[in-house]
């Protein structure tokens, strides 16, 4: 198998995969009980579901950081609680981040 059609064949599982997430994820969670939870005493609850629906695991942290108009070091900490609540998991690239949310938020 060459190199590229391994890569394509990765790519496509990543998908699959992606897909079964995003399928299981709506079975199971209630979309008005994540935003409610996921703004949870924030002042501008608009920036943060932004925020949140950036998470799609292709984005870094601090472009998202920078799109919701938010401190990255306060976005961090909030990432870090959504993933703790199970709506969110991390992909690790070295240095970078990309938060992936499990569903997103109308």
Known sequence: MSEESLVKTLNSIKDQ???????LARQTLDQKEIKETITKGAR?????ITCFNLCDGKTPLTEI???GKM??????????SWENDGYVFK????QK????????IP
């Open 44 to 48: 501008d609850k608009k920036r943060l």
């Open 65 to 67: 950081a920078k799109a």
């Open 71 to 80: 401190d990255p070091g306060n976005l961090s900490r909030q990432v870090e």
């Open 97 to 104: 981040t990309f938060p992936k949310a499990l569903i997103r």
């Open 91 to 94: 992909i690790r690239d070295g």
């Open 17 to 23: 995969f992606d897909i079964i997430i995003s399928l």
